[in-house]
């Protein structure tokens, strides 16, 4: 039952990502957006599943009690999401490369999902890096639960303010094979959270190089800072 449970809320956490057209970025739309400003949207902390052993097996109570528990460990140990840094990470190397500035976002909250809205909202800027994350959990592997992978999925949006219009868009999904260096529970919730916050820092980049090569073109984006 335990693994039925982690197995199914899995695969409706990855769905909305899996689903996330990819678009490239055209230069045609860059040469127009040259010495503009650009920006980040800001979005609401969203849910975190801590999926363990012990709750699965209480199947839909279980599965309220793992996404409590998530919420809560993220709270009390101020994990941010990655969401964040991997929105001020693209629009930097997008800035440099394009003589854009990179302007403030205000602190405004984006929770509208149409351009239009988002446009209206960060309407100071030509250029909006729109980086929201669409799973970020953490569950034992099926075959071994001593140790836990960290998984987590974004979806990007480059969005033209003055037109309202998405340019380009890209997803990544970050799901960790079973391996000897896997964390386990303790690892990952102990000393405040830091092996989950070094795990999440791992799938952020991963989603910045992905994003670079999926969105980018070459020419479009510099490495704002080394990639580790």
Known sequence: MARSVVVAIGAVMLT???????????ESDVATLQGGKVTTTTRPVP?????TAGKAMFGALGGAAMAIAGNNLVKENAVPDPADYIANELTKGFADANAMTVASNGN????AVKPADLAKQYADADLLLDVQTTNWSFAYFPTDWNNYRVMYSARLRV???KKAAVLAEGFCSRVPEN???APSYDDLVNDGAAGLKKELVVAANYCIREFR???????TVKSASTIR
């Open 159 to 161: 969005i033209d303010v």
């Open 47 to 51: 849910g975190f599943v801590a999926m």
């Open 213 to 219: 090569s999926q969105v980018f073109l070459p020419t």
């Open 179 to 181: 391996s000897d260096t």
């Open 16 to 26: 909305g990502c899996v689903s996330t057209k990819v678009t490239p970025l055209k």
């Open 108 to 111: 405004v909250v984006a929770t």
